[in-house]
């Protein structure tokens, strides 16, 4: 066990690193799960009118929902203003990412730990 000492810091290191990771997927899973993406896109209509001469207008807010099974338009309404809470489709996958590359690590540094471990283990 003696010829393994050098191993311990590197060991502490791992540690250190995979409690601070646990600690935040947590942050960045509870800061995902209070987000509210909703992609809204600003579209530009055409009335119907054979003589209008200012087709098409807009843009107005439109998202898309699915429904039975094929996605559609929803006009969001004159007036339409973001709720609360309402957080961009850019600024979610950004954070997604984050959260996905943090869990990426950690699966990276519980392998190493296991390896230390065995090697500590096996003599």
Do not use: N
Request: hydrophobic residues 30%.
């Amino acid at each position: 066990m003696q010829r393994y000492h050098h191993l311990l810091p590197h060991l502490q290191t791992l540690l250190e690193e995979a409690r601070f990771l646990e600690k935040r997927i947590r942050e960045e899973r509870e800061a995902l799960s209070a987000m509210v993406p909703l992609p809204v896109y600003w579209r530009r209509v055409k009335c119907g009118k054979d003589k209008c001469r200012r087709c098409p207008h807009g843009p107005y807010p439109y998202t898309k929902e699915k429904v039975d099974g094929k996605w559609q338009w929803k006009y969001l309404g004159k007036g339409w203003q973001p709720p609360e809470g309402l957080t961009k489709p850019e600024v979610f996958r950004k954070r997604l990412a984050r959260y996905r590359r943090l869990l990426e690590r950690l699966v990276e540094v519980r392998e190493k730990l296991a390896e230390v471990e065995r090697v500590l283990g096996d003599h």
